[in-house]
T-cell receptor
Framework: SQQGEEDPQALSIQEGENATMNCSYK?????LQWYRQNSGRGLVHLIL?????REKHSGRLRVTLDTSKKSSSLLITASRAADTASYFC????????????FGKGTRLSVIA | GAGVSQSPRYKVAKRGQDVALRCDPI?????LFWYQQALGQGPEFLTY????????KSGLPSDRFFAERPEGSVSTLKIQRTQQEDSAVYLC?????????????FGPGTRLTVL
């Protein structure tokens, strides 16, 4: 079963706008990660935030984590057409190499 | 360097056929994971190896699914007597044990269609 839910399920924006995607999860976590998946391709790791962190930045990406609400958000600033993809959050319950539990994903379309 | 590779990329099987899906992890990655991704859904965990040891197979949906990694490198996911509900993309991921952050590197997947 899937751990959480991303919302919205689909998001369509104009190039240059910001895109915000949210993820909620059910159980306690060790880390939360965001992955991107282009159509017909594998997943690419974007960013990881640990359970004791509240915010993290990487280039145009900003991730927040609220463990009290069991939720995270991914913000992509100044979006580009190349950002068009599905975005998934994934959690793991313990440290080390453990299986990831993914949400259902947000399909982002950036229109040029 | 080379990433995770999977073969075949696409597989069409008639219901009842057996299929074998291959995963070549990144060299030196000790951990290997298999996930199943249905259309429009996120990946769901199937099974996990550390070297040749299968540490967790709790996600395998039935005893028709079998995975192995005999030499701790290449892994094969076998599905016997395929059913239409087995149609999905099968993703393989590897990671380097010892990393606390558990970043996993994914292959492109094998899209299985069972007719």
């Amino acid at each position: 079963s899937q751990q959480g839910e991303e919302d919205p399920q689909a998001l369509s924006i104009q190039e240059g706008e910001n895109a915000t995607m949210n993820c909620s999860y059910k159980t306690s976590i060790n880390n939360l990660q965001w992955y991107r998946q282009n159509s017909g391709r594998g997943l690419v790791h974007l960013i990881l935030i640990r359970s004791n962190e509240r915010e993290k930045h990487s280039g145009r990406l900003r991730v927040t984590l609220d463990t009290s609400k069991k939720s995270s958000s991914l913000l992509i600033t100044a979006s580009r057409a190349a950002d068009t993809a599905s975005y998934f959050c994934a959690t793991d319950a313990s440290s080390g190499n453990t299986p990831l539990v993914f949400g259902k994903g947000t399909r982002l379309s950036v229109i040029a | 360097g080379a990433g995770v590779s999977q073969s075949p990329r696409y597989k069409v099987a008639k219901r009842g056929q057996d299929v074998a899906l291959r995963c070549d992890p990144i060299s030196g990655h000790v951990s290997l994971f298999w996930y199943q991704q249905a259309l429009g859904q996120g990946p769901e965990f199937l099974t996990y190896f550390q070297n040749e040891a299968q540490l967790d197979k709790s996600g395998l949906p039935s005893d028709r699914f079998f995975a192995e990694r005999p030499e701790g490198s290449v892994s094969t996911l076998k599905i016997q007597r395929t059913q239409q509900e087995d149609s999905a993309v099968y993703l393989c991921a590897s990671s380097f044990v010892g990393l606390v952050n558990n970043e996993q590197f994914f292959g492109p997947g094998t899209r299985l269609t069972v007719l």
